[in-house]
């Protein structure tokens, strides 16, 4: 039996699938549709997929489990040794030329892949696509793909001076799930795969998805480390604290997930950082929310009046010494330099200064995981230039890791020699 989508569309075809398979050369029976119940003015015959009792669930046939069925990664899939597989024939090779995985890295399927690596960071995909501005599905894969040019597996960094693929080993974790009518288990699904890269040690950079993707990166931090024991600071235009009767489906992109983790005490007001806030159809009642739960906002407003600079100061100081999770809606980026986002808003950060924000806290913070969410390659410019913005911002970020690794935890780390003119 399949399940159906509620498409009217659709519909014919599924009642056809759902009927029980006739004899050879007949047909079934006609239902009664006249006498079976109602659920939201329709028989219930005619959506199969709803239980009358409840209708707001949806009944899951077994046959959907398979879209989440794992196979053996490691044991007969090809039979081999756990480890990073660079799949490159050539050592250096143009976006173009190179077998498509993130950067033309090395790809890994499990938590023993990661082990055997060493692995520092696994840059996973998570195409979740419940949000109306369509396309942030394809990002995971999109970002594969990068247009411009760009040579997989090297990479230089002019804030640090260092080629931070040969200090750092990071992989291409491959995609979770994200099946589009399923978004509940599509959460869970993925935050199993986040928890492998956890369970590693290493530091999941999670391209999603819309920014639902931020339900399953809590979930998975929430399980590995527990209630309370990290600081998320989330980089949004938006404040994503839809109150309980305006949540739109909960976590339909970027509902609540937040809002939510204050309400089952998972994470203390001042645990929660909101950095670039200046959408255009917020409201009162969360900004007093906010203001109420005590927790940190650096409104736009901030950087403007108090200048840019002083503010990401006082923002590094204040998350000095606490473990981050760093969620990333692209639109926290003026429209204008990222366009391919689901909803892009006037008078945001400069690529500039996000930038100079993460290296900051790069080098400055433990970082448990990144997530880059909400970019939609449907929505972008002929030229996918954010998916370049994205693509040059996770290069510097990991340029700074790499430069933490080798020791250098000072937030306002330059290379000596990137600041002056050497030649006099
Ligand atoms: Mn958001």
């Given at each position: ?7 009217l ?33 329709l ?32 044991g ?7 480890g ?20 033309g ?59 931070y693929?040969?200090?750092?080993n ?36 999670v ?21 309370k ?40 007001g ?74 892009p ?60 690794k080798?020791?250098?935890?000072d937030?306002?780390?330059v ?10």
């Amino acid at each position: 039996m399949l399940n159906c989508l509620s498409n009217l569309a659709l519909a014919a075809a599924c009642l056809l699938l759902l009927a029980p398979a006739p004899a050879l050369g007949q047909d079934n029976p006609a239902p009664d549709l006249d006498s079976q119940p109602k659920v939201d003015g329709l028989p219930a015959g005619l959506q199969p997929w709803r239980d009358p009792e409840n209708p707001q669930v949806q009944i899951l046939d077994p046959g959907w489990n398979k879209y989440y069925l794992r196979k053996d990664m490691v044991g007969d899939n090809p039979k081999r040794e756990p480890g990073p597989i660079d799949l490159q024939r050539y050592y250096v090779a143009p976006t173009k030329h190179a077998f498509p995985t993130y950067f033309g890295l090395p790809v890994a399927m499990t938590t023993e892949d990661l082990e055997a690596g060493e692995v520092d960071v696994a840059i996973v995909g998570a195409p979740s696509s419940f949000n109306p501005a369509d396309g942030n599905g394809w990002a995971a894969n999109y970002m594969r793909l990068i247009h411009n040019y760009d040579f997989a597996q090297t990479g230089h960094d002019m804030w640090f001076n260092n080629e931070y693929f040969d200090i750092l080993n990071v992989v291409d974790y491959g995609n979770a799930n994200a099946h589009p009518s399923l978004m509940v288990q599509n959460f869970a699904d993925q935050a199993l795969v986040f928890k492998e890269i956890l369970d590693a040690g290493a530091i999941p950079f999670v391209i999603g998805g819309d920014h639902g993707t931020q339900v399953a990166s809590l979930m998975a931090l929430y399980d590995h480390y527990g209630p309370k024991s990290f600081t998320t600071v989330h980089f949004d235009a938006h404040t994503d604290l839809a109150p309980p009767d305006g949540r739109l489906g909960m976590f339909t992109h970027g509902g609540a997930a937040l809002r939510f983790a204050h309400e089952r005490g998972l994470a203390d007001g001042d645990q929660i950082f909101h950095v670039g806030l200046r959408g255009a159809y917020e409201s009162v009642e969360r900004m007093n929310w906010m203001f109420e739960t005590r927790t940190n906002y650096y409104f736009m407003p901030r950087f403007e009046r108090n200048g840019f600079d002083e503010t990401v100061d006082e923002l590094v100081a204040e998350l000095k010494g606490r473990k981050i999770y760093i969620s990333i809606d692209m639109d926290v980026l003026d429209g204008s330099l990222a366009p391919g986002v689901s909803n892009p808003e006037i008078g945001g950060m400069t690529t500039l200064q996000l930038m100079r924000i993460l290296r900051m806290l790069a080098l400055q913070n433990e970082i448990l995981l990144i997530d880059w969410v909400e970019y939609s390659p449907l929505l972008d410019d002929r030229r996918r230039s954010t998916s370049n913005v994205i693509s040059r911002l996770m290069r510097h970020t990991l340029a700074a890791l790499a430069a933490r690794k080798q020791g250098i935890t000072d937030p306002n780390y330059v290379h000596p020699a990137m600041l002056k003119d050497n030649s006099r």
